[in-house]
């Protein structure tokens, strides 16, 4: 069920594995995409792509009823947040109800999507025994988090083990044998529990060494140092260091929305977690952050920010992908138009974006225009950022150009 980032190439790998598989989504807009092969999938999982779509036992449904004829399901919906940080759960919630209501005696549910502490039993767990079906006995539960990186080949469903934590050992033992066959390897823990806070842990360590990195960016950069040389140089240790990259802010739906689902959870326990609490408001605040250091930089120049030409370079919220969900692209653009500036983009990936109720396009003849500012947000294989300055100051988020120091935000 959900047939987007995750559930596509979980069903593409569970089909390669000699599956039959339905696949379910309430779109018929994702559903037509799906079936033109016009879908953000790495390019090496697109001639999969192609040949499930010519097998008769890969359909696609906006029927939820089919979740009663499969023998196991599995939920991947997105788990979002709203535009006060906190959890929206109407789609997973929506997925859940469907699959409770179609459930069978001796199927096996398995929850993919993050979400809070408890979430599986919530969901699943409570609504199945009031059905009368016993979880664990009757109809098999089980939480297995999602582990996709868009864009990214290696780390593929195929090549990435896979955490399982079941409502009872026979959950834990069917979800395992399901998803062996997709994965490299399956760590198993004692519920569903240990896995919904696994993925949580995952995502919250990420957010707070993101945070980290961009903090200590802006250092380097108070003592006119190159924070990716510092990191590469940091990167040499072979023990007690992982590089993070400092940038812009954070997209995607994980690690701008997981922290704040656990961070919702313990203010309903009365409970904090300062440091994730400190990481997650950093985060936000980093497109702003970006802004001012856009108005500095024409300031520099006598320059003021409206009617400024400024050119944002990439933006997706990261390289080699085409989405746009949380990017703080669209933030910055939104706040420099709101300055006055006149703003365009250039990323071949993205046709066009809505900033402030306007829709921009994608200029592929950018190079060809003056520009005041280029301001460097996702630097995609083969962008040239030279060819598209032309002399203009160049603001590189990135903080990846060789040669340049203008920084992200301070």
């Not at 779509?53 to 919906?77: M, N, Q, Y």
């Not at 009872?168 to 490299?184: C, Q």
């Not at 990936?349 to 996702?378: F, K, M, Q, Y």
Request: aromatic letters at 4%.
């Amino acid at each position: 069920m959900g047939l987007g980032y995750v559930g596509l190439p979980t069903a593409l790998a569970l089909r390669e594995a000699g599956f039959a598989v339905t696949g379910v989504d309430i779109s018929d807009a994702r559903l037509a995409d799906i079936r033109r092969s016009e879908v953000d999938l790495p390019p090496a999982r697109l001639p999969g792509l192609a040949e499930a779509l010519k097998d008769p036992s890969f359909r696609l449904t906006t029927d939820t009823g089919a979740v009663g004829r499969a023998e196991a399901v599995i939920v991947c919906v997105p788990t979002p947040v709203d535009r006060h940080r906190v959890p929206d759960l109407r789609a997973l919630t929506a997925a859940c109800s469907a699959v409770v209501r179609h459930a069978s005696e001796g199927q096996l549910l398995v929850l993919t999507s993050t979400s809070y502490v408890g979430t599986t039993r919530d969901l699943l767990v409570a609504p199945l025994a009031a059905r009368g079906l016993r979880p664990g006995t009757d109809v098999y539960v089980a939480f297995a988090p999602e582990r996709i990186d868009p864009g990214i080949d290696g780390h593929a469903p195929e090549s990435t083990p896979r955490v399982v934590g079941g409502v009872g050992p026979r959950s834990t033992d069917l979800a395992t044998e399901l998803l062996r066959r997709t994965a490299p390897s399956i760590h198993r823990v004692d519920d569903p529990e240990t896995a919904e806070m696994c993925k949580l842990w995952e995502n919250t360590f990420r957010a707070v060494n993101i945070a980290l990195a961009n903090e200590l960016a802006d250092t380097s950069l108070e003592f006119g140092l190159d924070p990716r040389q510092v990191i590469d140089a940091a990167a040499t240790k072979p023990y007690g260091f992982m590089p993070f990259y400092p940038g812009p802010g954070v997209g995607g739906h994980c690690i701008p929305c997981d922290p704040h689902y656990l961070l919702w959870q313990l203010r309903a326990r009365q409970r904090e977690a300062p440091l994730v609490d400190s990481a997650m408001s950093a985060i936000a605040a980093r497109p702003s952050g970006v802004v001012r250091r856009a108005r500095e930089t024409l300031a520099d120049r006598g320059e003021a920010v409206a009617g400024a030409r400024i050119l944002v370079v990439g933006v997706a919220y990261k390289p080699g992908v085409a989405d746009v969900r949380e990017s703080p692209a669209l933030e910055i653009i939104d706040r420099l138009s709101a300055l006055g500036a006149d703003v365009g983009y250039h990323d071949p990936l993205v046709p066009e974006v809505t900033c402030r109720g306007v829709e921009l396009r994608h200029l592929a003849d950018a190079a060809s225009l003056p520009w005041d500012l280029i301001v460097v947000h996702t630097l995609h294989d083969g962008t040239d950022v030279s060819g598209l300055a032309r002399g203009c100051p160049v603001l590189d988020t990135t903080h990846s150009l060789a040669g340049r120091r203008t920084g992200a935000a301070r």
